[in-house]
């Protein structure tokens, strides 16, 4: 059946979007390391960042089956699909405490059953009186409850008590009938107590902290020498005010189990490992209690290292297309990378496009990817196939995902007026004072603003610090070919483009930049008259 789209075409679409749609098996074969598998597999707690679509869940998934492969237990667990609604969306009616509790008890309820199963492929282990035990107190101490509320008691004695004598004298003479002699004596004593309770209140979950670390050791040390690896994945979707709680249980209860590894994949600006509660600080001290060296944010930017990227995206594309694909959807001729650029693309540049175009994101690559290819056709990519398709990605996914944000949506378009239509650049400069403003952060986590470089110092400003951040390759490539359109990355940046081809423009700090964004002028822009 004839579907309008060449083979390489038609299998760029067929790329799975997200890695929960993948199999286990798949996601093994397709997963391309850039660096970050061999620092997960270290035994060490540690955080992973990266944004949506970098490749979190992809690569915990590709370590917990390198674990199991190694015969290590390892429990993969998507914060996501735990816990309950009251938990997650009551926070104005049910305490962080109590809001926590519940969100423990179910992991460790996945926690327990992971165990199980575990047991269950092991003989060893299924016929350790020791190990079941230890799993029994296991859930034993995660599903205690008690009830908050008023107790009334009830006690009720009542005794009684009955005695009876009866004599009865009688003897038989011989020859004379009838006359008999005897005692009967009899007591007989009665007592009853009765104690009513009742208690009227709210059931709670009261987790003991001591008793769950007692089975989670006791366990770990009847598991002989095989580790267990807690892989949490999407932290970031716990609530805010619920996050330090969850890691301080971690802290307490399972990094001091030597058996166990932690290993939490989240989105940086949406953490919040430690807060303070009662006066004392509680949750994760990161660089101590886990280590947080790892951004996937960092790994593929073009700008950082563009051999690199154009690398592993050529790689990450060919093993998709070629990894546990159908016969049917196999492409002819696919044989080696170089034959996905040869085949899927007009120009070596027109790949370099799309790797540009995916700003270091994994699945930005893969759907800007599917998107030129619907639009190619029965042809080959070309570059305007990729500003399209990158043009169309950023409006339908990123841009429509700002509509809820209308203030950052307003500084979105402050700095497209400022930095690119004003200075003609692409990247601008943010003071690392203020690198925290919520506005910025909310772009950068909905993937239209991208910081290339950290610590940056301007020569006309000893001593201040600066981030090089750039806009999205999808926000500003419509404004190519018109007066508006960037002429370097930064202010100054002259070089002239190529006579064919006006191109977007790459990284060069050489020149002193002047493009600096002013965030307290925008508020100020923004505030009502």
Known sequence: MSTGLSQVNRALNLIPKRAEQRQSDRLRETFLDSGVAVALEASD???????????????LRYVESEIQAGGDVA?????????????????????????????????????????????LDDDKLITDKRFVDHLDALSEAISTVRVDGSVEVAQEDED??????????????????????????????????????????????????????????DLADSMQTRRVWLLLDEWSSVPSDVQPLLGEFLVRCVTPVP????????????????AQLDG??????????????????????????????????????????????DPADRVDGLSTEVDLVRLGFTEKRAFEELVRAAEGVPRDAINIAARAALRAGTDRIAIKDVRAAARAWFQADKEAALR???????????IIDKVIREKKARGFLVNQQSADSPLLLTLFDARVLHLVRRGYSAQDEPGERYD????????????IHTKAEPA?????????????????PTQDLRAIRRAVLDLAAFEAHAAPA
């Open 75 to 119: 429990i993969y667990a998507d914060l996501r699909t735990i816990g309950s609604p009251e938990g997650l969306f009551m926070g104005d009616q049910v305490s962080p405490t109590e809001r926590a509790a519940r969100l423990l008890s179910d992991l460790l309820s996945l926690v327990h059953e992971s165990l199980i199963a575990t047991a």
């Open 160 to 217: 009684k008590a009955a005695q009876s004598r009866a004599g009865k004298l009688g003897a038989t003479l011989s020859g004379t009938p009838g006359l008999t002699a005897g005692l009967d004596r009899s007591r007989s004593t009665e007592a009853r107590a009765n104690r009513r309770e009742v208690r009227t209140g709210t059931e709670r979950l009261a987790l003991n902290f001591t008793d769950i670390a007692r089975a989670l050791r």
């Open 468 to 479: 090089v951040w750039v806009i999205d390759f999808g926000a500003y490539v419509d404004l």
């Open 404 to 414: 809820g944000y209308p203030d950052a949506f307003r500084l979105l378009n402050w």
């Open 45 to 59: 707690h540690q955080v992973l960042y990266g944004r949506r679509g970098t490749g979190k869940t992809h690569a």
């Open 259 to 274: 058996k166990f590894t932690v290993k939490i994949g989240a989105i940086e600006q949406q953490s919040n490992f430690r």
């Open 280 to 325: 004392r600080a509680v949750g994760i001290e990161l660089g101590a209690d886990f280590t947080a060296n790892l951004n996937l944010d960092e790994f593929m930017v073009y700008e950082e290292d563009a051999g690199r990227s154009i690398e592993f995206f050529r790689g990450l594309l060919f093993k998709h297309l070629t990894s546990g694909v």
């Open 488 to 504: 370097g990355l930064l202010a100054e940046d002259t070089t002239p483009p190529d006579a064919g081809t006006i191109e977007v």
